[in-house]
């Protein structure tokens, strides 16, 4: 069973908040979270959003193809991606990618630094507004759970906050068709483990996604109305030593279309990731944020040019 947390325990006892969330990811990596602070509107408008990009013509979208960016930013058409590095079985979904917004004179894209590129843009009206909203509601309820985790880790309240200051975040849309019903178990996005910290996840209620805690089957994740799913990344699980648990996850093609707003929250690209203070001789190597999503993305993605 996934377990739900209520955001209005963080906001009037984070304390208590932290010590229901601490074994949650340590056992489980994953989990529900009701009454969280991201608006009605903002989710109903991203969806809109969404629907209208993903309902135009792919000669439309090809120019903002993620295989033209080499700053996982933009189009990703259906059947280009492959999640699960071990069946290489391509994934049946449309995505599109936004990440931490700069300016195209910004020091930080002059200098090439990795993950820092302007973001591309459908020319659609209210597109981008409604995205950036998100993005930067999303990013603060991911800064504030990490002052959750830093609770329980027994970590300063701040501990985490230098290292989202500027991050490489990315706020996916995705759009997954209908499943075939003439096939069985048909899988619309492969097994997988997220590459980043945390990540945010809002669904339009279809069902198709999956996950697998340890030595458990494969269980569905609940739809809980207006609720937001929340799962511990790699990075993450690497910074705290194996104390917390990033559980593989999947979705299965659904029995009707079905579209989701992802956030996914990596540390700034400078931060380096090594074992947490208070969790014991380190299991993995100081590495750097960027180095670290940047083999990730290398080693599972196959991204192939739209047709």
Same mark, same amino acid.
């Given at each position: 069973?996934?377990?739900?947390?209520?955001?209005?325990?963080?906001?009037?006892?984070?304390?208590?908040?932290?010590? #229901?969330? $601490?074994?949650?990811?340590?056992? +489980?990596?994953?989990?529900?979270?009701?009454?969280?602070?991201? !608006?009605?509107?903002?989710?109903?408008?991203?969806?809109?959003?969404?629907?209208?990009?993903?309902?135009?013509?792919?000669?439309? #979208?090809?120019?903002?193809?993620?295989?033209?960016?080499? +700053?996982?930013?933009?189009?990703?058409?259906?059947?280009?991606?492959?999640?699960?590095?071990?069946?290489?079985?391509? /994934?049946?979904?449309?995505?599109?990618?936004? $990440?931490?917004?700069?300016?195209?004179?910004?020091?930080?894209?002059?200098?090439?630094?990795?993950?820092?590129?302007?973001?591309?843009?459908?020319?659609?009206?209210?597109?981008?507004?409604?995205? &950036? %909203?998100?993005?930067?509601?999303?990013?603060?309820?991911?800064?504030?759970?990490?002052?959750?985790?830093?609770?329980?880790?027994?970590?300063?309240?701040?501990?985490?906050?230098?290292?989202?200051?500027?991050? @490489?975040?990315?706020?996916?849309?995705?759009?997954?068709?209908? $499943?075939?019903?003439?096939?069985?178990?048909?899988?619309?996005?492969? %097994?997988?483990?997220?590459? $980043? !910290?945390?990540?945010?996840?809002?669904? /339009?209620?279809?069902?198709?996604?999956?996950?697998?805690?340890? *030595?458990?089957?494969? @269980?569905?994740?609940?739809?809980?109305?207006?609720?937001?799913?929340?799962?511990? *990344?790699?990075?993450?699980?690497?910074?705290?030593?194996?104390?917390?648990?990033?559980?593989?996850?999947?979705?299965?093609?659904?029995?009707?279309?079905?579209?989701?707003?992802?956030?996914?929250?990596?540390?700034?690209?400078? !931060?380096?990731? #090594?074992?947490?203070? *208070?969790?014991?001789?380190?299991?993995?190597?100081?590495?750097?944020?960027?180095?670290? &999503?940047?083999?990730?993305?290398?080693?599972?993605?196959?991204? #192939?040019?739209?047709?």
């Amino acid at each position: 069973m996934v377990p739900i947390l209520d955001w209005n325990e963080f906001t009037n006892a984070p304390d208590a908040f932290a010590a #229901k969330l $601490g074994p949650i990811c340590r056992d +489980h990596g994953f989990f529900v979270i009701k009454n969280h602070p991201l !608006s009605a509107s903002l989710i109903n408008d991203m969806f809109v959003q969404g629907d209208i990009f993903f309902a135009l013509p792919d000669a439309v #979208k090809k120019p903002l193809s993620i295989g033209l960016n080499p +700053h996982n930013r933009g189009w990703a058409a259906q059947g280009t991606e492959s999640l699960d590095e071990t069946s290489g079985q391509m /994934d049946q979904k449309q995505a599109f990618n936004i $990440g931490y917004d700069l300016a195209a004179d910004d020091p930080r894209i002059i200098a090439a630094e990795p993950f820092r590129g302007v973001n591309v843009w459908p020319d659609l009206p209210g597109f981008r507004d409604t995205a &950036l %909203a998100y993005f930067d509601a999303a990013l603060a309820m991911g800064i504030q759970l990490h002052q959750a985790f830093a609770a329980d880790l027994n970590l300063p309240p701040d501990y985490f906050d230098r290292h989202f200051d500027a991050p @490489m975040a990315t706020l996916r849309l995705l759009s997954y068709p209908k $499943g075939n019903a003439e096939q069985d178990a048909t899988i619309a996005a492969g %097994a997988h483990t997220d590459y $980043g !910290s945390v990540t945010l996840l809002m669904t /339009d209620g279809a069902p198709g996604l999956q996950v697998r805690p340890r *030595g458990q089957d494969w @269980m569905d994740v609940p739809q809980v109305d207006g609720a937001i799913i929340v799962n511990i *990344g790699d990075c993450l699980m690497r910074w705290s030593n194996r104390v917390y648990v990033s559980t593989p996850h999947r979705v299965l093609a659904p029995p009707r279309p079905r579209r989701s707003i992802a956030f996914f929250l990596d540390p700034n690209p400078d !931060s380096v990731i #090594k074992a947490l203070p *208070g969790t014991g001789d380190p299991h993995y190597p100081p590495i750097m944020a960027a180095d670290y &999503l940047r083999a990730r993305l290398d080693a599972t993605y196959i991204t #192939k040019e739209p047709s």
